[in-house]
């Protein structure tokens, strides 16, 4: 018998930001956990934000966000609160919905089913 590993690789985590009218957004693609969640991190620092830091996080190309990712979201909603600014989530895919729902994200952070309602919000 011949054994063989299937060696799972995590998808690259692409995060890309676009300014809308004095908004953020901060569009991300991939997998976000404790391996790839360095550019998300880097891309939610207060320097890059504006000021006040208004930022939507436009997740519908995100498929799979383990606690890391969690962690990310609310240390970022730590972070612009106190400056005058906020933080929404705009297409959330239902299973990491779910996760955010279960864990009171949701009521923490606002979510939207799309990046036009978070933007217009």
Do not use: K
């Amino acid at each position: 018998m011949v054994e063989t590993e299937d060696a799972y690789q995590a998808q690259p985590l692409e995060v890309t930001c676009t300014a809308t009218d004095g908004i953020t957004v901060v569009t991300v693609a991939g997998e976000i956990d404790h391996t790839s969640a360095g550019p998300l991190i880097e891309a939610l620092g207060l320097g890059e934000l504006g000021d006040p830091p208004r930022v939507v996080v436009d997740m519908r190309q995100v498929i799979f966000m383990d606690s890391t990712g969690i962690n990310v979201l609310l240390a970022a909603h730590r972070d612009v609160t106190p400056a005058g600014g906020w933080l929404r989530l705009a297409g959330v895919q239902h299973s990491i919905m779910r996760t955010l729902e279960l864990v009171g994200v949701h009521h923490i952070i606002s979510c939207y089913p799309s990046l036009q309602e978070a933007l217009a919000a």
